[in-house]
């Protein structure tokens, strides 16, 4: 089992700068399975949606809307994802989680964090 928490959310202008965080505890052959990192957002009545993926070899996929200004990272010690947010707009505003999943196709998820972005 693998537990995730996510911080580094709160209250931004837009055009500024946040990151956010997702550590991972748990069993360490859980960890060693996993085959990617993400990070979905979700805003109220919309579904879930996927905003950045980076696999175990370092591989980043972004969706449309934030590629350029968002980047996903994985921490030396492969027990932490980061995603960097630069020049925030206001429809970024969301609840942003983090989701490993592994091999088998198994996945984690946090429990979420705010972030808003005021205009």
């Known amino acids: 089992q693998v537990q995730l928490v996510e911080s580094g959310g709160g209250l931004v202008q837009a055009g500024g700068s946040l990151r956010l965080s997702c550590a991972a505890s748990?069993?360490?052959?859980?960890?060693?399975?996993?085959?990617?990192m993400d990070w979905y957002r979700q805003t109220p009545g919309k579904q879930r949606e996927l905003v950045a993926r980076i696999t175990n070899g370092g591989t980043t996929n972004y969706a449309d809307a934030v590629r350029g200004r968002f980047t996903i990272s994985i921490g030396n010690a492969k027990d932490t994802t980061y995603l960097q947010m630069n020049g925030v707009k206001p429809e970024d505003t969301a609840v942003y989680y983090c989701a490993w999943e592994d091999y088998r196709g198994e996945t984690y998820w946090g429990q979420g964090t705010q972030v808003t972005v005021s205009s």
């Open positions: 748990g069993s360490i052959l859980s960890i060693l399975r996993i085959s990617h």
